[in-house]
């Protein structure tokens, strides 16, 4: 007797849940293009005017004047402030947000989760509170902690801390950045971490390691890409914040905002925007000028994206060559 013969499955129609599900999925991503495209047209057609009247060297100039008949607009002291306040909360923020990742993800459940439910709290406080808090409680003891301290000692030797400690500066301003950005950091580092095969670090252990070896040759290798992407976002977040940093930079305008210490005043992108917009008289250079300033912003916010993913896949590429071989 021969084998039965099997008829191949009848392929009906795709159902219409599937339908609904690609139009969904497709009127979503579009959405997204259309709406960044929107909004990039806005910002240029309405700083048009700025471009007309200066070009590129817009973003080189350093002058900063709204009075009528002398105006003059320059965003580079600007972009030197957002930088190097991003640059600084990173330096600060990162390490410590991957120390708590760290520490939450190898706790106990009856420990880290508590702290990580704490940790995330705290993204979700307004950045206008981080700026009170900053501005009416933690500058008052930063100044005569850390400030004064840092100044008396590496004044005289050291140009970063020449400055007056006044509590209204580029260091400040970082600190409360940092503290902001730990969140979510630490949040996304945190379940990278938890992703690593825990067969892996079993193997750290049972080769003798150390529990900071385990993490050196076990985790981090395993999490270095999650890592990379943690820290871009809590970098997007230091760029584009607004009201903590306007409340304690000191807002410094035109060449004033290159600060000669971090105990200096200075001024980022986003909280000149936030000062001037409301004062910005239409028919003007000015409005234009700060509309100019946030074409910058957005265009610095897509490079560094671009970058980091660029990084990523670069990594992701060299981890796939190291597996293949």
């Given at each position: 007797?021969?084998?039965?013969?099997l008829?191949?499955?009848?392929v009906?129609?795709?159902p219409?849940?599937d339908?609904?599900?690609?139009?969904g999925a497709?009127?979503a991503?579009?959405?997204?293009?259309?709406v960044?495209?929107?909004?990039?047209?806005?910002?240029i057609?309405e700083?048009?005017?700025?471009?007309?009247?200066?070009?590129?060297?817009?973003?080189?100039?350093?002058?900063?004047?709204?009075?009528?008949?002398?105006?003059?607009?320059?965003?580079?002291?600007?972009?030197?402030?957002?930088?190097v306040?991003s640059a600084?909360?990173?330096?600060?923020?990162v390490?410590?947000?991957?120390?708590?990742?760290?520490?939450?993800?190898?706790?106990?459940s009856?420990?880290?989760?508590?702290?990580?439910?704490?940790?995330?709290?705290?993204?979700a406080?307004?950045?206008?509170?981080?700026g009170?808090?900053?501005?009416?409680?933690f500058?008052?003891?930063?100044?005569?902690?850390?400030e004064?301290p840092?100044?008396?000692?590496?004044?005289?030797s050291?140009?970063?801390?020449?400055?007056?400690?006044?509590?209204?500066d580029?260091?400040?301003?970082?600190?409360?950045l940092?503290i902001?950005?730990?969140?979510?950091?630490s949040?996304?580092s945190?379940?990278?971490?938890?992703?690593?095969?825990?067969q892996?670090k079993?193997?750290?252990?049972?080769?003798?390691?150390?529990?900071?070896?385990?993490?050196?040759?076990?985790?981090?290798p395993y999490?270095?890409?999650?890592?990379?992407?943690?820290?871009?976002?809590?970098?997007g977040?230091a760029?584009g914040?607004?009201?903590?940093?306007?409340?304690?930079?000191?807002?410094?305008?035109?060449?004033?905002?290159?600060?000669?210490?971090?105990?200096?005043?200075?001024?980022?992108?986003s909280?000149?925007?936030?000062?001037?917009?409301?004062?910005?008289?239409?028919?003007?250079?000015?409005?234009?000028?700060?509309i100019?300033?946030a074409?910058?912003l957005?265009?610095?916010?897509?490079?560094?994206?671009?970058?980091?993913?660029?990084?990523?896949t670069r990594?992701?590429?060299?981890k796939?060559?190291?597996?293949?071989?």
């Amino acid at each position: 007797m021969g084998r039965p013969k099997l008829n191949p499955p009848k392929v009906g129609r795709r159902p219409i849940s599937d339908k609904i599900f690609k139009v969904g999925a497709t009127v979503a991503g579009v959405y997204v293009l259309v709406v960044i495209v929107l909004l990039a047209f806005q910002l240029i057609s309405e700083s048009a005017p700025i471009w007309d009247e200066y070009g590129l060297s817009f973003i080189v100039k350093s002058e900063w004047n709204a009075i009528d008949d002398r105006q003059d607009f320059g965003v580079l002291p600007y972009i030197f402030g957002t930088l190097v306040t991003s640059a600084l909360a990173m330096v600060i923020g990162v390490p410590l947000s991957i120390g708590i990742a760290m520490f939450i993800s190898d706790a106990p459940s009856k420990i880290g989760g508590p702290l990580g439910f704490l940790v995330e709290l705290l993204a979700a406080v307004p950045s206008v509170i981080y700026g009170l808090w900053g501005l009416f409680v933690f500058r008052v003891y930063f100044v005569d902690w850390v400030e004064k301290p840092l100044h008396n000692t590496f004044g005289d030797s050291i140009w970063l801390f020449s400055g007056t400690p006044f509590g209204l500066d580029i260091l400040t301003a970082s600190v409360i950045l940092a503290i902001m950005i730990i969140p979510t950091v630490s949040a996304v580092s945190r379940e990278v971490m938890k992703a690593v095969p825990q067969q892996q670090k079993e193997a750290a252990y049972m080769l003798g390691a150390t529990k900071w070896e385990m993490f050196k040759l076990a985790v981090f290798p395993y999490s270095k890409t999650g890592l990379i992407g943690a820290s871009i976002l809590g970098l997007g977040r230091a760029v584009g914040e607004t009201m903590a940093v306007t409340m304690l930079i000191g807002n410094a305008t035109g060449p004033n905002a290159f600060a000669d210490s971090l105990f200096d005043p200075s001024q980022t992108m986003s909280s000149i925007i936030a000062n001037e917009f409301n004062e910005a008289s239409l028919g003007t250079l000015h409005l234009p000028a700060l509309i100019g300033v946030a074409v910058v912003l957005l265009l610095i916010a897509i490079a560094i994206n671009v970058v980091a993913h660029i990084l990523v896949t670069r990594m992701l590429k060299v981890k796939e060559g190291a597996i293949n071989n």
